[in-house]
T-cell receptor
Framework: NAGVTQTPKFRVLKTGQSMTLLCAQDMNHEYMYWYRQDPGMGLRLIHYSVGEGTTAKGEVPDGYNVSRLKKQNFLLGLESAAPSQTSVYFC?????????????FGPGTRLTVL | RKEVEQDPGPFNVPEGATVAFNCTYSNSASQSFFWYRQDCRKEPKLLMSVYSSGNEDGRFTAQLNRASQYISLLIRDSKLSDSATYLCVVTLSMYSGGGADGLTFGKGTHLIIQP
């Protein structure tokens, strides 16, 4: 099993450009999450999904959109990138209703917006 | 006030020493507590959960004080491989991963074990 994978690993954008980050998991997990991590900051939740076809806002959702058309994929979109969105983006997943103590993270996408 | 506060360090500790990290959280409704480890430029990985009764996993011991809203992590006989950033994490959900709401992370404490 690959676990949680993210594409791309690195990306440089110009202000105003758009892009989509892809998160895929092969563990049949119901819940998926997008976080961002800035230098000196903890991870902050952007959006999350509790199942296929459902999404919800997290702590810092502005400037991002998400979609969960397939259970295994969770897409994060930036419609008009801004320098403030320069960050490392982590996707995570977990099974629903589980007492298991682990949220599984992908390796991250490093995004720079010039 | 930040929801989860940690001393960012860095903590420079000689190999073999014992080191302790502390963390405080502001939301008294928090239900689940964890320590995650994050290596440089890598994703966070669960180190251990934290229970009110305290729990131990090899050289690592975690403690929770709900009355004081305080979490601690103790590392004994530290190894060079323990060098990393340690993230204190809380959630409102009884289930790990925060149920639907995700995890709330502290900024992390950077640990450097010196030979």
């Amino acid at each position: 099993n690959a676990g949680v994978t993210q594409t791309p690993k690195f990306r440089v954008l110009k202000t105003g450009q758009s892009m989509t980050l892809l998160c895929a998991q092969d563990m049949n997990h119901e819940y998926m999450y997008w976080y961002r991590q800035d230098p000196g900051m903890g991870l902050r939740l952007i959006h999350y999904s509790v199942g296929e076809g459902t999404t919800a806002k997290g702590e810092v959702p502005d400037g991002y959109n998400v979609s969960r058309l397939k259970k295994q994929n969770f897409l994060l979109g930036l419609e008009s990138a801004a320098p403030s969105q320069t960050s490392v983006y982590f996707c995570a997943s977990k099974p629903s209703g589980s007492m298991d103590n682990e949220q599984f993270f992908g390796p991250g996408t490093r995004l720079t917006v010039l | 006030r930040k929801e989860v506060e940690q001393d960012p360090g860095p903590f420079n500790v000689p190999e073999g020493a014992t080191v302790a990290f502390n963390c405080t959280y502001s939301n008294s409704a928090s239900q689940s507590f964890f320590w995650y480890r994050q290596d440089c430029r890598k994703e966070p990985k669960l180190l251990m959960s934290v229970y009110s009764s305290g729990n131990e996993d090899g050289r690592f011991t975690a403690q929770l004080n709900r009355a004081s809203q305080y979490i601690s992590l103790l590392i004994r006989d530290s190894k060079l491989s323990d060098s990393a950033t340690y993230l204190c994490v809380v959630t409102l959900s009884m289930y790990s991963g925060g149920g639907a709401d995700g995890l709330t992370f502290g900024k992390g404490t950077h640990l450097i074990i010196q030979p």
